[in-house]
């Protein structure tokens, strides 16, 4: 079914462009009132303007359906009640299962602060070299969000360096802020990096741990955190962010959202992946240790699996602003 429906969606592209080229455009003809494979159809879609264009394919004209509940590359997503429909159905061919990922026996979560103590030296330096789209996906986090949209308190979880405070900062400058991340030494650099500014705050903690009064932020932000929590751990801090955040806040998030054992998408994407790393001056060392640090701290999940999540936590709509091989920038509003 899968494969119809991939066969189809190529022949509904039209104007997709090559690497290196502007422009272009694509139509959505999903199947009218067929709601059984509406979420699906949308996700393969996307699959498709992915495999078919990237890694420079923009999409400039809307979708139009009948059935807006899922979202596009750029556009916004509305949900609607018949997007719960289908939930707590058993699994059929049309709305495949959403398996958990099982616990990964060498994970410890020490290790992981560990290991970006150890990265805070050169850290923007480092992922701008090994993150394809990194100050895209970045400044998305702040430029992206719905232009009426006025935070008063945000959270920033997995801080790092404060590179998405300060994207933050320039466009909420009054904002009031609470900076985690698990790492002693980025939040050394934070409390360098933001000492004039009286309303930034910083807590060392796990964000899986975390939990905060209801409405206590505007809005949410994570920038390359969210793939070291275990699939278990980002369901439940979804349902979290959604109690935490005010009426009409924001979740922002940009991050990989890529299942693994997705092939053969996930072996294009790290073909794609070292290309990229190695164009902007990786060497052998320091790409093997991306893949050792891949292979043992990371958790990606995909678009539609976390898409899914957050609509079960209870946020209303979802834009995705930017998705490249995996490479994902969006925002979910409650």
């Known amino acids: 079914m899968e494969e119809q429906m991939m066969q189809a969606a190529a022949q509904v592209l039209v ?71 289908d939930r707590g159905k058993p699994p059929n061919r049309h709305t495949p299962a959403l398996p958990l990922r099982r616990e990964c026996p060498i994970f410890q979560p020490m290790n992981v602060a560990e290991e970006f103590d150890r990265m805070s030296a050169d850290y923007t330096a480092k992922m701008e070299r090994l993150v394809p789209y990194y100050r895209t996906l970045t400044r998305l986090l702040a430029e992206g969000l719905p232009p009426e949209f006025r935070p008063q308190r945000i959270l920033d979880l997995g801080c790092g360096n ?114 990229y790393a190695y164009e902007h001056g990786t060497d052998d060392d320091e790409w093997n240790w991306v893949i050792d640090h891949y292979h043992t701290f990371d958790f990606p999940d995909g678009l539609e699996r976390q898409s899914r999540w957050l609509l079960d936590a209870g946020f209303r709509e979802i834009r995705i602003l930017f998705r490249k091989i995996g490479w994902t920038a969006f925002w979910a509003r409650k």
């Open 15 to 85: 104007g997709g462009t090559g690497p290196g080229q502007e422009g272009g455009s694509w139509e959505h003809k999903a199947p009218q009132n067929n709601k059984k494979t509406g979420i699906r159809w949308c996700f393969v879609m996307a699959r498709a303007l992915e495999w078919k264009s990237a890694p420079s394919f923009t999409p400039t004209t809307p979708c139009s359906s009948s059935w807006n509940s899922a979202g596009f590359p750029g556009w916004p997503l509305k949900v609607k009640e018949s997007c719960t429909q």
């Open 162 to 275: 404060g590179n998405v405070t300060e994207e933050l900062l320039r466009r909420f400058p009054q904002a009031e802020f609470l900076l985690v991340d698990a790492s002693t030494e980025m939040l050394h650099l934070c409390r360098h990096r933001f000492a004039e500014h009286p309303g930034v705050k910083l807590r060392q903690a796990w964000i899986q741990e975390l939990d905060f009064p209801a409405e206590s932020f505007d809005l949410a932000t994570a920038g390359m955190s969210f793939h070291h929590l275990q699939s278990p751990e980002k369901q439940a801090l979804f349902q979290r962010l959604h109690r935490w955040l005010s009426p009409r806040g924001c979740f922002a998030c940009a991050d990989l959202l890529i299942d693994k054992d997705d092939e053969p998408f996930h072996s294009a994407h790290l073909r794609f992946w070292k290309e």
